[in-house]
């Protein structure tokens, strides 16, 4: 595609509930990142995709958090069990050989009730 | 592990007035980029520079690998500059990770 597109774009859930986030990556970018913003915080590292398999996930927050990537493209980022401390905003980014520009999405903004 | 700083934290200005943002980092990099994030909105890249310096209409980007600083500056201000501006570097073994400073909330006045 043109961009990173992200999906939803809000996300209201009840605590306790699983909630699943989506990244597209421009295509034929082989290396996707997820990042969190909390409010009035800077960004968060998650985890970092390298094709298909996640060299650093040392991000994660908690064992709640898990992420995967199918086809070298498509990336889903599940929280289980909602707490109302993980409400931010989901920031993707992608971006092609090293050393180029990260393009970012335009982010999940998930709020736990 | 790699710190990036940011300095101002927050930085108010009146139109017409230029604007430097400092970033200092700790560890070697390969590249250093210049985000931006407008209220409520996306992150939308400046620059990403790896020596001296680039120009894209009023925004100057340059970087001093030696000292690991790099500023961004703003000639001509206008509130519609008026977001938070954030300088990431990419390290790590294999310059794949992006750490990033917390950014400067920019108010540009009118």
């Known amino acids: 595609g043109a961009g990173v597109s992200q999906s939803p774009s809000n996300k209201v859930t009840e605590k306790g509930k699983d909630v699943e986030l989506r990244c597209d990556p421009i295509s034929g970018h082989t290396a996707l990142y997820w990042y969190r913003q909390s409010l009035g915080q800077g960004l968060e590292f998650l985890i970092y995709?390298?094709?298909?398999?996640?060299?650093?996930k040392s991000g994660l927050p908690s064992d709640r958090f898990s992420a995967e990537r199918t086809g070298g493209s498509v990336s889903t980022l599940t929280i289980q069990r909602t707490q109302q401390e993980d409400s931010a905003v989901y920031l993707c980014a992608s971006r092609g050989q090293v050393n180029t520009e990260a393009f970012f999405g335009q982010g999940t903004r998930l709020t736990v009730v | 592990k790699n710190e990036v700083e940011q300095s101002p934290q927050n930085l108010t200005a009146q139109e017409g007035e230029f604007i430097t943002i400092n970033c200092s980092y700790s560890v070697g990099i390969s590249a250093l980029h210049w985000l931006q994030q407008h209220p409520g909105g996306g992150i939308v890249s400046l620059f990403m520079?790896?020596?001296g310096k680039k120009k894209h209409g009023r925004l100057i980007a340059t970087i001093n690998i030696q000292e690991k600083h790099s500023s961004l500056h703003i000639t001509a201000s206008h509130p519609r500059d008026s977001a938070v501006y954030i300088c990431a570097d990419y390290s790590g073994g294999s310059n794949y990770k992006l750490t990033f400073g917390k950014g400067t909330l920019l108010t540009v006045n009118p």
């Open positions: 995709f390298q094709g298909n398999s996640a060299p650093d």
């Open positions: 520079l790896s020596s």
